[in-house]
């Protein structure tokens, strides 16, 4: 670009470089995520403070139910959602190379699915069986 004056309209110099239309749903999913984990992060703490000292059978009783399980879950998806969307603009805002980009994001996106399903798989086998 150049630093003279010119003739050309900001609008025209703007032109093609706008938005690619998919941020207003990234924006809404982070922070609607960042929403979520506050209260999910506030009990997950309290509960990893209260069974922190009572051993495998305590946590075992305590995941058997269902609730507990749920939340757990729903505290395990929510956090990877988020931070597989941060770990996105990152990479979209600082990587410059397209191939380093698109492989850090493939990357990016299957650590945070196989987290995910790994995740949910070791609760649910928890909560039905009562152990590992």
Known sequence: MTTGPTLRTPRSRALGLGSAHHG???????HVTAVMLV???????????QLAG?????????????????????????????????MQV??????????????LLLLNYSICV???ALGVFAILKAAFSGAF
């Open 39 to 49: 209260p999910l992060g506030l009990w997950g703490a309290w509960v990893a403070i």
């Open 114 to 116: 196989l987290a995910g």
């Open 90 to 103: 990152v990479i979209e805002d600082y990587i410059g190379l397209f191939f380093s980009k698109a492989v």
């Open 54 to 86: 009572q051993g495998y059978d305590a946590a075992a009783y305590w995941i058997s139910k269902p609730v507990n399980a749920v939340l757990l879950a729903v505290l395990l998806v929510c956090a990877l959602v988020h931070v597989k969307n941060a």
């Open 24 to 30: 207003v749903g990234h924006f809404i999913v982070e």
